[in-house]
T-cell receptor, first 113, second 115 residues
């Protein structure tokens, strides 16, 4: 069964700390992996998309890496700020599932001032 | 990137009634999707809304309960029919412009509570 797991479920850090969010997936035959941010009561904002042929993507203070062979992706957030507080979701599109995305359950991040 | 307007943003409904959620995209998009996010859980795909044809439903979701329309390349609706408290969730529409290897964009969601 194709599944996406995110650990930890919740994370609380002081402002300014660098942090890593983890995402693992059960089948390495992926098309792409996407990281999203969800604020309470809101929709999802796409942060980074990594194609299966790529190893990482960067946007500002965010860096996402992909290791297909081990079935893992990480989202690195540098110099965290209180405004980064949100739930971060990773989603995988597999070769056998076409355009459909399978989401992890998310990591709820709190950055304390 | 596409901007998606979704309404209503929230609603409280009585058991047995139906609610239609609308999703408008500011540009033509090839693919639109409807997701459900139950309390404390992640997103589950309900169906893919196909322009000019019937929607493609995922396992566990049926057209009679969740009829979907997609009259053109910028608009879609999802109806939650004959609602029960178990339908209380956030419903989100999303869109992708181009191939499946492109980013997925989301509306702001509809928070539905069924009494």
């Amino acid at each position: 069964k194709q599944e996406v797991t995110q650990i930890p479920a919740a994370l609380s850090v002081p402002e300014g700390e660098n942090l890593v969010l983890n995402c693992s997936f059960t089948d390495s035959a992926i098309y792409n992996l996407q990281w999203f941010r969800q604020d309470p009561g809101k929709g999802l904002t796409s942060l980074l998309l990594i194609q299966s042929s790529q190893r990482e993507q960067t946007s500002g203070r965010l860096n996402a890496s992909l290791d297909k062979s081990s079935g893992r992706s990480t989202l690195y957030i540098a110099a965290s700020q209180p405004g980064d507080s949100a739930t971060y979701l990773c989603a995988v599109s597999w070769e056998t599932s076409g355009s459909r995305l399978t989401f992890g359950e998310g990591t709820q991040l709190t950055v304390n001032p | 990137s596409a901007v998606i307007s979704q309404k209503p943003s929230r609603d409280i409904c009585q058991r047995g009634t139906s609610l239609t959620i609308q999703c408008q995209v500011d540009s033509q998009v090839t693919m639109m999707f409807w997701y459900r996010q139950q309390p404390g859980q992640s997103l589950t795909l309900i169906a893919t809304a196909n322009q000019g044809s019937e929607a493609t439903y995922e396992s566990g979701f049926v057209i009679d309960k969740f009829p979907i329309s997609r009259p053109n390349l910028t608009f879609s609706t999802l109806t939650v029919s004959n609602m029960s408290p178990e339908d209380s969730s956030i419903y989100l529409c999303s869109a992708r412009d181009g191939s499946w290897n492109e980013k997925l964009f989301f509306g702001s969601g509809t928070q539905l509570s069924v009494l």
